[in-house]
């Protein structure tokens, strides 16, 4: 960037800060707080959660009891609290009747354990992508309206300040009319290697692992972690990273969702066990814009200046909306100073979940809905799963966000819902 050009705005920054400040603790109690899922994410989660003091962490459940033993341990380093151990959610769910349940399952689980969450009385934190497949998430809306329950994704882009104040940007016009968007991470790759199905390590339960999902034979490149590129439990790089930028582009734009949807996606170069797509393209057809998701898992690099995130194309320039490189703004006339503004993100791992558990708290006092409510992460997760929806059929399909389906297309509106493995139900609609 050239630096004579380059302004940089922190004042709008503070300004979206002070909006998800921590709201005033409640008197004399806190909530009881459980976790399910308690790996990489769920204990980034519970660490903003203890630290924001309003939580006392009753129990940690997960099938994985290596998994179980970290969190506890890094727990009994923030509180005292001195949670009981769980491996199956719906005993944890009868016994300790949680006011605040922390979701960070891979994605395959998000729903039956929110729907069970708040059917017992619990408000939920769930992370992204809220579903696997579209039914499961509508389920999830229609029970948390059911049961009166908050229930915030884990979309905390929403809440980071330098994303808050792009968006203002944006939304003042200041980039001009907006035609087109495009989302994307392209991330360096290569074939990968295969690594052979093995025995699950002790103290994992893999049959309740998979759950809902096909009973694979337990393989170390899905757990932990792995899964996003498994298409039976996740929707690779899209159902992953997409959303968070998918939902960027629905919390600028009026609309509630796309018309059409159109993908294309191939494993070019991926020559490992993983199943999902190292390359896909999806147009999503709006009536104001149009749209592109875009990833590849190879040839990341700095060849195209920013690998991830969102670009605006306006009238007046084109605005990239990031993530560790903040926000930009490049000006069509070149006579123009570009804007930046830098991010300002936590450790670890660079986000902002201390700001969108703050906005949880308040909602839970408040009963207003929370920044991240289910039905906005249904929509933005909606974005993910019809690109793969559309992969999979290899064919573009339609979308009626008010019904929720594929309008006079009954191939389609199978894949709005898939079988689960006995004895789990699929949620009901
Ligand atoms: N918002 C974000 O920026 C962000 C970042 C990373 C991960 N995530 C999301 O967090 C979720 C977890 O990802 P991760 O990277 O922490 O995965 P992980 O593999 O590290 O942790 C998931 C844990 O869930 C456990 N688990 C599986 N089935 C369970 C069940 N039925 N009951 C209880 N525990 C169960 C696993 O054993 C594992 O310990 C994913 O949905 C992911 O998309 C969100």
């Not at 609290?81 to 005993?91: A, L």
């Not at 093995?198 to 899964?227: Q, R, T």
């Not at 320039?317 to 560790?324: C, S």
Request: charged letters at 25%; a negative charge.
């Amino acid at each position: 960037m050239d630096r004579r050009n380059f302004i940089k705005s922190t004042a709008c920054a503070s300004l979206a800060y002070s909006a998800f400040a921590i709201p005033a603790p409640r008197q004399n109690k806190k909530y009881t707080t459980a976790l399910i899922g308690s790996g990489w994410w769920g204990g980034n989660i519970l660490q903003f959660a203890l630290e924001a003091g309003e939580s006392r962490l009753v129990a940690v459940c997960d099938v994985d009891q290596n998994q179980l033993d970290t969190a506890i341990a890094n727990a009994g380093k923030l509180s005292s609290d001195r949670p009981k151990r769980y491996t199956d959610y719906r005993e944890l769910l009868a016994q300790e009747k949680p006011e605040i349940v922390i979701v960070a399952t891979p994605d395959h689980w998000h729903p039956l354990i929110t729907v069970a969450a708040v059917e017992a009385g619990a408000h939920v934190y769930v992370e992204k992508p809220i579903s696997h497949t579209i039914n499961e998430g509508k389920a999830m809306v229609k029970a948390a309206r059911q049961h009166d329950r908050i229930v915030q994704v884990g979309t905390h882009r929403r809440v980071s300040p330098h994303n808050m104040s792009g968006m203002e940007f944006l939304k003042s016009g200041k980039a001009g009319k907006i035609g087109m968007v495009r989302a994307f991470v392209h991330y360096p790759g290569g074939p990968g290697e295969t690594v052979p199905n093995s025995e699950p390590p002790a103290g994992l339960d893999w049959d309740m692992w998979c759950g809902p999902a096909p009973l694979v034979p337990y393989n170390e490149k899905i757990h932990p972690k792995g899964f996003r590129q498994f298409l039976d439990f996740a929707n690779g790089q899209i159902g992953d990273w997409g959303i968070h930028w998918l939902d960027q582009i629905l919390w600028w734009t009026e609309e509630k969702a796309p018309r059409s949807v159109h993908s294309v996606a191939a494993r070019h170069i991926k020559e490992d066990n993983t199943t999902a797509p190292d390359t896909q393209v999806v147009n999503y057809e709006f009536e104001d814009f149009t749209a592109v998701w875009e990833h590849r898992q190879f040839a990341g690099n700095e060849a195209e200046k920013h690998n991830i995130g969102c670009y605006f194309y306006g009238t007046e320039g084109t605005f990239h909306m990031g993530w560790l490189d903040g926000w930009t703004f490049y000006p069509s006339n070149k006579d123009k100073q570009i804007i930046h503004e830098e991010p300002q993100l936590h450790e670890p791992d660079q986000q902002n979940i201390r700001e969108l558990w703050a906005n949880f708290l308040s909602s839970i006092k408040t009963g207003k809905k929370p920044v991240c409510d289910i039905e906005i992460g249904y929509h933005s997760t909606n974005m993910s799963l019809l690109g793969m929806l559309s992969h999979k059929l290899g064919r573009s399909v339609r979308w009626d966000w008010e019904k929720g389906e594929i309008p006079n297309d009954p191939e389609a509106n199978k894949l709005l819902t898939r079988a689960y493995r006995s004895p789990w139900d699929y949620p009901i609609v």
